[in-house]
């Protein structure tokens, strides 16, 4: 597998692991938060309209200002950290409010989504990234067993080198090659296309005085295959 590749799949496994533990101490300390809490009145007194993110990705939100008195009697003046589009509250709308008495300028709006939507948020992206980087080692388990297979039970073939390409993208700033092939099935007449696993670095230094190319086919279906690359000096993706 391509350095680049294994770069990547790192990349999305240490953000899976460091999302679900950043979410665990975010649950934690709002847990923590609200065995403290005191529970107050407080009122809308203005609506702050901002951009969020940045790019193509940038939007506007709508985020309460909020005012209320602690149980000393000072007036308490908070924006909320959770903006919407349209705004979840209107001016002069009473809420129910959360402090700290240790704190109470860190007061916050007695919602789930005011409490519970920053750790959700860094919950879902953990799940994804998780979800994908455990998916792509499972895809690579099974391709690697079934590429076992094929050169234990396939039949080996060879494949006329039809061309050596580009992919039209790249992997941390790599594009990778492949070598395409084709072999015409005997028993079919059919000409079947076989394409290699994606190779990181310019291949054709290493077949120019190659015409074929061995593949593995399954017997009872031809386009299932693997093509030998195993003579290049570099690993497969």
């Not at 409010?97 to 240790?102: C, H, K, M, N």
């Not at 070598?179 to 190779?199: A, H, Y």
Request: charged share 25%; net charge positive.
């Amino acid at each position: 597998m391509g350095k680049s590749v294994i770069f990547i799949r790192g990349l999305f496994f240490v953000a899976a692991v460091a999302g679900g533990i950043g979410c665990y101490y975010w649950t934690s300390n709002i847990n923590a938060f609200l065995e403290k809490a005191i529970v107050g009145d407080g009122k809308v007194v203005d609506l702050i309209y901002k951009r969020t993110g940045s790019g193509s990705s940038a939007s506007y939100s709508y985020f309460p200002v909020v005012e209320f008195n602690d149980v000393t009697g000072a007036r308490i003046r908070f924006e909320s950290r959770v903006g919407t589009n349209p705004p979840a509250y209107a001016k002069g709308e009473t809420v129910r409010v959360l402090y700290d008495p240790a704190d109470p300028t860190a007061a916050k709006i007695d919602s789930f989504m005011s409490l519970w939507f920053g750790p959700l948020l860094v919950a879902f992206f953990a799940v994804v990234f998780g979800s994908i980087s455990i998916g792509w080692s499972l895809w690579n388990i099974a391709k690697e067993r079934r590429e076992k297979w094929l050169r234990e039970n396939g039949q080996r073939v060879e494949a006329k080198i039809s061309r050596i390409k580009q992919k039209n993208y790249s992997v941390n700033g790599k594009v990778p090659w492949v070598i395409c092939s084709e072999w015409k099935d005997p028993r079919s007449g059919e000409t079947l296309i076989f394409e290699s696993d994606n190779i990181w670095f310019d291949p054709r230094s290493y077949i120019a005085d190659k015409d074929a190319i061995a593949v593995y086919i399954d017997p009872e279906n031809p386009k299932k295959h693997a093509v030998d690359t195993s003579f290049l000096p570099e690993a497969r993706v």
